[in-house]
């Protein structure tokens, strides 16, 4: 009888680790520190003499992006609520930077404009999918990318290195081509869940 409870228990607590409406989780904690890590970063950039810090916040945000994917798939706790955040937590913390830089000057505003652009466009369609059922979005290879080199290209614009002068600018046409890639590739996905939910309706 008690080995019988015991197995019920497990079994309970694998289901639950495993519900992938589950919201609160390691991984989606992390993901909101790093959203929230924005307020600090753009504290320090003010700053100049803070330079060092701000620094150490960039590295610690783009580790944080690595260990949210990587303990959502140790504990198989890979949720829906965290494909949706941990994008939203590198778009929070991007835009937010940019913002700032284009502010001062220090970044071309036709860049954040796109981006800012590209990822409303694609909020539209996720959300719009997902309120209807057909399908809930998370992030490609394009799109992981592409988040990587715009935020080495946002990286090299706070700090000079005089050494590569024509990596600012390369970075930022390289992560210019991945994000309309990317862009593609979810409208592609977005419009074949689209005709494939329809498609079932009128069966």
Known sequence: MLESEKKKRQNLKE???SDPTRVITLANLISLLRAFSAIPIIYSMANPDWNWITGILIVLAVLSDALDGYFARRADAVTHFGKWIDPTADFVVIISVLVYLVGVKAFPAW????YLT???TIAAFAIYCMNYGYMILHANWWGKWATGITALGVFLHIFEFTA????KMTSIYTATF???VSVVQ???QFIQSIKAGNDKKTI
């Open 186 to 188: 979810y409208l592609i």
């Open 178 to 180: 991945l994000l309309v």
């Open 164 to 167: 590569l002068p024509w990596m």
């Open 111 to 114: 860049f954040f404009y796109f």
């Open 15 to 17: 289901r639950l680790i």
């Open 118 to 120: 590209r990822h409303m």
